[in-house]
């Protein structure tokens, strides 16, 4: 498979080494030779079987428009733009693309969510009360992170959208990424921690969502597949 990756960032070069070690073709495309999406021709994504970005907010979107509009099948680690989700999707549709999105791609931040959203709702109806801290590197872009929103959201959904969730952000250092979830009542408190030790999980669950995506259509949210990879 070939693919083309969006993106040297750090998670950027990751995913294309982890995608050259399971034996795929890639080709990568920094931001500055990719203006506006303006590397993005038809006849150039043709070559591809999947484009995975991992750039900036102000970036994707250009790349998204670009990339769906031919028809390819994306897949895409950058957030802060799902304000746009809905153009996209219908973007998507429309030429018959394929776009996978999520705010993580690691395997344990996705049973995070999961247990997020049970913790949710067994505690949110006896009084408990919900916060999430995340911490990263200090040159991350969003704040909070895409994973903070989405840990609070599953909280919240699990509530029956009853409740809000708060969420702290702290930069520091070169932090990889690590989440808190705290569910505090008068009596206890309990405590759900993801912590990446290195970025390695997020682009190997961006490589695997590629070789998912490279055969079907339609927008997806890694949260709704990653057990069917």
């Known amino acids: 498979m070939r693919i083309l990756v969006l993106g040297q960032g750090k998670t950027g070069k990751l995913v294309a080494e982890v995608a050259a070690e399971r034996g795929h073709g890639v080709h990568v495309l920094d931001e500055l030779e990719n203006p506006a999406a303006a590397a993005l021709t038809p006849p150039f994504v043709a070559g591809f079987d999947v484009v995975i970005d991992f750039t900036t907010p102000e970036s994707v979107v250009h790349n998204m428009r670009a990339c ?25 549709e429309r ?3 394929g776009l996978l999105y999520s705010t993580n791609f690691s395997i344990g931040v996705q049973v995070m969510f999961k247990l997020a959203q049970q913790m949710g709702a067994s505690l949110a ?9 995340e911490t990263h590197h200090v040159t991350k872009l969003d704040k909070p992170s895409g994973t903070a929103i989405s840990i ?4 919240e959904r699990g509530a029956g959208n009853t409740i809000g969730v708060p969420i702290e952000s702290i930069r520091e250092a070169d932090a990889k990424g690590t989440h808190v979830l705290e569910a505090t009542s ?7 921690t993801h912590e990446a030790f290195s970025r390695r999980g997020f682009a190997e669950g961006a490589v ?3 070789e998912w995506l490279a055969t079907r259509t339609g927008c997806y949210d890694f949260r709704d597949v990653w057990e069917k990879l």
Do not use: C, N
Request: hydrophobic share 50%.
């Open 186 to 192: 008068d009596a206890d408190r309990i405590v759900l």
């Open 68 to 92: 769906l509009a031919t028809g390819a099948r994306m897949v895409v680690g950058t957030t802060g733009w799902y304000s746009l989700l809905p153009d996209m999707r219908g973007l998507a």
């Open 125 to 133: 109806h006896v009084g408990y009360k919900f916060s999430v801290v």
């Open 208 to 210: 695997r969502a590629a």
């Open 152 to 155: 609070a959201e599953m909280v």
């Open 95 to 97: 030429k018959q693309a």
